[in-house]
Every structure is written in structure tokens, then in C-alpha cells.
């Protein structure tokens, strides 16, 4: 079993959003970014004893979804950014291990909890970048910032860091 993770250490830039005049519905957010994934996964097996062989998980820039306010594209703002990007890769890396260890009685099965797995990966994904903007109040709070922004470059440097260890 293996696992290969493509874009996980990805340095975000300004190239990848649009620029907008105004703020996108996103009420008092200057930026936003989506960070995208996907997750293709072998298997092998004879009936009744299936196993996944091998995981490949990739994280990018949605930069159709990725939006920052023109003017302002500060290097704080850009940091706050690459959080997010990161807080969904850290999530990625420990669905992507969830997955590599499923063995169901046959593919259907592997299926459908590689289905409940990204499910639940999601939320859990969601709800730290929501506390995250919350805690950081959107990258204003620049002692939370910098204290969420070490918490995540520690997690990503472990192999077993998760996301449930983000701060409060």
C-alpha cells in the first residue's frame, strides 16, 4: 500500500485568483480561495477479501472559485490564504491513509466507505477552515494568525499530523 500526495507542499500566489473591484458575497473577506482535491485509489482482491493497493491524492488551486479584492494583495493576506490551502491539504493527507488501509468483501463495499470516508474528511475540513477564519478573524488578529500559521506548518511537517490538532 502507498500512498503518493501531488501539490501538498504548493505555494500559493496571487497569479492564481481573480481580481474583483469589490468583495464576492463573501461579506467582510478581501480574499478567498478554493483548494480543490481529488482521489483515485486502486484495489485488488478475490471475493470476499478486497483491498486497496495504492492511493493517489492531488490538491490545486480552484482558481475559477479564487477570488482576492484588487489592492488588497498583501503578503499577510496571501499567508492567510495559503492556511486555508493547507488546512485542506492536511485533511487530504489523512483521508488519503484512511483510504489506502480500506478492505471490504468486494469493490462495492470498498466503495462505499471510501464514499462515508470523504464525507466525513469534508466536514471535518469545513469546519477548521471555519474556525480558523473565525480565530484568525479572517488574517486581522495577527498574534492568532501567526499562532495558527506555525500549528499548521508543524502538522504538515508529521506524517500523522491531522487537522483535529489545529488550535481552538
Known amino acids: 500500500m502507498a500512498v503518493t500526495l501531488t501539490g501538498f507542499d504548493h505555494a500559493v500566489g496571487w497569479r492564481e485568483f481573480s481580481r474583483f473591484a469589490e468583495r464576492q458575497d463573501r461579506g467582510s473577506e478581501d480574499a478567498f480561495i478554493r483548494a480543490a482535491t481529488h482521489i483515485d485509489y486502486d484495489y485488488e482482491g478475490t471475493t470476499g477479501n478486497y483491498a486497496v493497493t495504492g492511493v493517489q491524492a492531488r490538491v490545486w488551486v480552484d482558481q475559477g472559485e479564487s477570488w482576492v ?16 490551502f493547507d488546512i485542506t491539504a492536511l485533511g487530504l493527507r489523512e483521508e488519503a491513509h484512511l483510504v489506502d488501509a480500506l478492505t471490504g468483501a468486494g469493490a462495492a463495499e470498498i466503495q462505499r466507505q471510501r464514499r462515508r470516508i470523504r464525507r466525513r474528511m469534508q466536514r471535518r475540513i469545513n469546519q477548521a477552515n471555519e474556525r480558523y477564519d473565525a480565530r484568525t478573524e479572517h488574517s486581522r488578529n495577527a498574534a492568532v494568525q501567526r499562532r495558527w500559521l506555525r500549528s499548521i506548518a508543524a502538522l504538515k511537517e508529521r506524517d500523522d499530523g491531522t487537522i483535529d490538532e489545529l488550535p481552538d
Open 69 to 84: 479584492v484588487q489592492g488588497s494583495e498583501t503578503d499577510a493576506l496571501l499567508a492567510h490564504e495559503q492556511g486555508h
